[in-house]
Every structure is written in structure tokens, then in C-alpha cells.
């Protein structure tokens, strides 16, 4: 039997876990599978949304989210303790072999791996675990400082 949830999260909200079985995985070729996967299936696409030129890029911030999650930790808290700031995340947990890893990232991931505003990712293999974080980083607003202050004046004075 296969169980399937995937995590999408905004900085405000909390985190799924998942998992997919199917034959064990090696833990040494798991992790660096997992970004190599999800940079094959960004390049490539999957499902009906096209591929990115942009590669992901892997980040310590993330693994160590991932390692947090893996222990039992909530999602969102887990990347708020590990000091990355996103503005929306992705995740799902994969139990298998590359197999299983590949058709989850395919089928609940698609739509992030594809999405230029995802660009880290960060994962934790154990045993036959793995688990994946995809993330869109949070962004200052292009605003400049002066027209962010009016903003700010402006929703106040309208306040009162």
C-alpha cells in the first residue's frame, strides 16, 4: 500500500509528513539521488508543466530542516529553527528506492520543481527515508525605502 500527503506551507502555516514505500534504498546514494533527481525533473518537467533552465540549489539551512523534520519535528517549525527564511515551501517524505523517489518528486512535487520561485531545496536521507524541502526564499519587496515608509504612513493615517 502506498500513502501519499504532501506538504505545502507558507511561513505561516504548519507541516505534513509523508510517505511512499517500495524496495529499500541505499542511505550513502539517496541524498545526492534526491537533488539530482529533482534537477532532472526542474530541467525536464513533469507532468504537463514545462521545465526551468534554473537549477535548484542545495542549502545547509534546508538539510538541517530536513534532518529536523525527520526527527518528528512539525515542518514549518522545522525550517523556522533551522534559520531559513522562505516565503512558501514544499515538502514530501519518501520511503523506497530511486524508483519511489523519482515517481514522488513526479507526482507530488511537479508543480514546485517547476515553479521559477522555488529554488533551494534540502533533504535528509535515513535508511530508507528520505526527506525533501523545496523552497521559494523570501524576497525583500522591490519597493524602495521611501515609497515603503508613504505605505506605511498612508495605512496608518487610514487607520485612525
Not at 43 to 55: I, W
Not at 101 to 120: E, I, K, V
Not at 148 to 153: G, H, I
Amino acid at each position: 500500500m502506498i500513502r501519499i500527503v504532501l506538504a505545502i506551507v507558507t511561513a505561516a502555516l504548519g507541516g505534513l509528513g509523508a510517505a511512499r514505500t517500495a524496495p529499500a534504498a541505499t542511505n550513502a546514494a539517496a541524498a545526492p539521488l534526491a537533488l539530482s533527481a529533482a534537477r532532472s525533473l526542474r530541467a525536464g518537467g513533469c507532468g504537463a508543466h514545462a521545465g526551468l533552465r534554473s537549477p535548484l540549489q542545495q542549502q545547509h539551512a534546508l538539510d538541517e530542516a530536513a534532518r529536523r523534520w525527520s526527527e518528528g519535528a512539525r515542518l514549518s517549525d522545522a525550517i523556522e529553527a533551522s534559520g531559513y527564511r522562505q516565503q512558501q515551501s514544499a515538502a514530501v517524505h519518501v520511503r523506497g528506492n530511486a524508483d519511489a523517489l523519482h515517481s514522488a518528486l513526479a507526482q507530488d512535487l511537479c508543480a514546485a520543481l517547476t515553479d521559477p520561485r522555488f529554488r533551494d531545496f534540502g533533504s535528509r536521507t535515513r535508511g530508507r527515508d528520505t526527506w525533501i524541502i523545496l523552497a521559494a526564499p523570501f524576497t525583500t519587496p522591490a519597493a524602495s525605502p521611501a515609497e515603503v515608509a508613504a505605505e506605511v504612513l498612508a495605512r496608518i493615517n487610514a487607520a485612525r
